[in-house]
T-cell receptor, first 114, second 111 residues
Framework: NAGVTQTPKFQVLKTGQSMTLQCAQD?????MYWYRQDPGMGLRLIYYSASEGTTDKGEVPNGYNVSRLNKREFSLRLESAAPSQTSVYFCASSGGDRVYNEQFFGPGTRLTVL | QKEVEQDPGPLSVPEGAIVSLNCTYSNSAFQYFMWYRQYSRKGPELLMYTYSSGNKEDGRFTAQVDKSSKYISLFIRDSQPSDSATYLC???????????FGPGTSLSVIP
């Protein structure tokens, strides 16, 4: 099992460009999440999807959109990238079978916006 | 005020030392607490979880919750260079459909 995979691993954008970060999991998990991680700020939730067909805003949703394409895939789109969106982005999934909501993380995407 | 806070460090200790990593939380209704370990340029992985108060031990790691002071601790005995990582405390809070993470403490164990 690959677990949670993310593409691309690295990306450099110019201000105003758009891109989509892809995430897929092969653990048959219901819930999927997108986080960004910045120095001193920890992991901040951007959007999450508790099940196929549903999405909800997290702590920092502005400037992002998401699509839960099917049970396996959850994509994050930046429509008009800004330097403030320079960060490391992590996708995670959760099976919902643990009351403490264990999260399984992908390897991350390092995004730089110039 | 963030719901889960921790000192970001960095913390540097010699190999073999006992390490104490600490977090505080703001909501007394929180029941479950987790520690995630994140190696450099990797995603976090669950290390341990605890429920309510008391201690939980797993090998060289002990997680402790003091609900009266809303304080969470992770102790690492006989620390090894392979323990060098960022440690994030976390809780599902009261909703259980999300997880609240602390900012993480960076630990270096020097051989």
């Amino acid at each position: 099992n690959a677990g949670v995979t993310q593409t691309p691993k690295f990306q450099v954008l110019k201000t105003g460009q758009s891109m989509t970060l892809q995430c897929a999991q092969d653990m048959n998990h219901n819930s999927m999440y997108w986080y960004r991680q910045d120095p001193g700020m920890g992991l901040r939730l951007i959007y999450y999807s508790a099940s196929e067909g549903t999405t909800d805003k997290g702590e920092v949703p502005n400037g992002y959109n998401v699509s839960r394409l099917n049970k396996r895939e959850f994509s994050l789109r930046l429509e008009s990238a800004a330097p403030s969106q320079t960060s490391v982005y992590f996708c995670a999934s959760s099976g919902g079978d643990r009351v403490y909501n264990e999260q399984f993380f992908g390897p991350g995407t390092r995004l730089t916006v110039l | 005020q963030k719901e889960v806070e921790q000192d970001p460090g960095p913390l540097s200790v010699p190999e073999g030392a006992i390490v104490s990593l600490n977090c505080t939380y703001s909501n007394s209704a929180f029941q479950y607490f987790m520690w995630y370990r994140q190696y450099s340029r990797k995603g976090p992985e669950l290390l341990m979880y605890t429920y309510s108060s008391g201690n939980k031990e797993d090998g060289r790691f002990t997680a402790q919750v003091d609900k009266s002071s809303k304080y969470i601790s992770l102790f690492i005995r006989d620390s090894q260079p392979s323990d060098s990582a960022t440690y994030l405390c976390a809780s599902p809070g009261t909703s259980y459909d999300k997880v609240i993470f602390g900012p993480g403490t960076s630990l270096s164990v020097i051989p």
